[in-house]
């Protein structure tokens, strides 16, 4: 498995920006999909993005394309998630998760997780 280290959440106004960063330690980071996940108290975790491991082919959710970015940075073992417009729904905990060969929108995929980071978006 790879460990995973969320950061960058925080509180940020309604329209604003945040960048999110998933360090990762362990098994080969380049041969490691990423996917961004999000969950708000009483509701499932959600797929939010995901990226392919070499950066070539990414992924988003409806509700936050457009608006977010993945990228990766496999010499420093870190993903990204740039987040523009924020909306009052998109406040949750994200978190960054990873597994070998291809992405996919389902959490049960993957098989390490970091602790999650808290995002929450103010009017």
């Known amino acids: 498995q790879v460990q995973l280290v969320e950061s960058g959440g925080g509180l940020v106004q309604a329209g604003g920006s945040l960048t999110l960063s998933c360090g990762a330690s362990?098994?080969?980071?380049?041969?490691?999909?990423v996917g961004w996940f999000r969950q708000t108290p009483g509701k499932e975790r959600e797929f939010v993005a995901s990226i392919s491991r070499g950066g070539a082919f990414t992924f988003y959710a409806d509700s936050v394309k457009g608006r977010f970015t993945i990228s990766r940075d496999n010499a420093k073992n870190t993903v990204f998630l740039q987040m523009n417009s924020l909306k009052l729904e998109d406040t949750a905990v994200y978190y960054c998760a990873a597994k070998d060969g291809p992405v996919y929108r389902e959490p049960h995929k993957y098989d390490s997780w970091g602790q999650g980071t808290q995002v929450t978006v103010s009017s």
């Open positions: 362990g098994r080969t980071f380049s041969n490691t999909g």
